[in-house]
């Protein structure tokens, strides 16, 4: 039996990616039930290229459009929030792993009031929530265009109890 290398790193790939994902939203659920917050997963636009079985409900699809940052909700208080979540297996995450749409909602969402950032993830080892307007201005902030853990450092989350607690950051308690 031959392995195609490039399927099994996209499904690994994929597979690290679903768990980051479902980590942020278990952490959105634990919010909400402690009246923290109440986040959602942006749903990603599709358009229906074909029905395969009507009757359950089966359809191929395509997305319709650049995807609206991963998730939107709002703060005890009333604020909204709104951020991308994005994770590497690398050692450096580079500026431009946020869309060009998704950044346009990020500054519209920022210019608002709203709390936006980019939540990121080494490897499911380490998270940062890195402010949208550091990401934003990476190159006059950083330096470069692509960051690595140790840049990030002041911007690390907690993980604990199973939850990433990307609301309260190793900055913010220093204040």
């Not at 959602?40 to 009757?55: A, G, L």
């Not at 995807?67 to 208080?77: I, M, R």
Request: net charge positive.
């Amino acid at each position: 039996m031959t392995i195609n290398k490039n399927s099994f790193r996209g499904r690994t790939a994929n597979k690290s990616g679903q768990f980051f994902e479902t980590l942020v939203e278990y952490s959105c659920a634990r919010y909400k039930q402690a009246g923290i917050a109440d986040i959602q997963k942006t749903p990603e636009p599709m358009r229906i290229v074909k029905p395969i079985n009507r009757d359950k409900g089966l359809f191929q699809a395509v997305f319709a459009k650049q995807a609206q940052p991963d998730f939107k909700g709002v703060l005890y208080g009333g604020r909204m929030v709104m951020f991308e979540a994005k994770r590497t297996k690398a050692t450096n995450i580079a500026k431009d792993r946020v869309s060009d749409e998704q950044a346009i909602s990020l500054n519209s969402a920022t210019e608002l009031g709203a709390e936006c950032f980019v939540l990121v993830s080494f490897s499911e080892q380490r998270y940062f929530k890195v402010p949208w307007m550091k990401w934003r201005n990476m190159e006059m902030e950083f330096n470069k265009k692509s960051v690595n853990q140790d840049d990030l450092h002041p911007y690390e989350v907690y993980f604990e109890g199973g939850m990433l607690d990307f609301l309260r950051t190793f900055e913010e308690e220093a204040e």
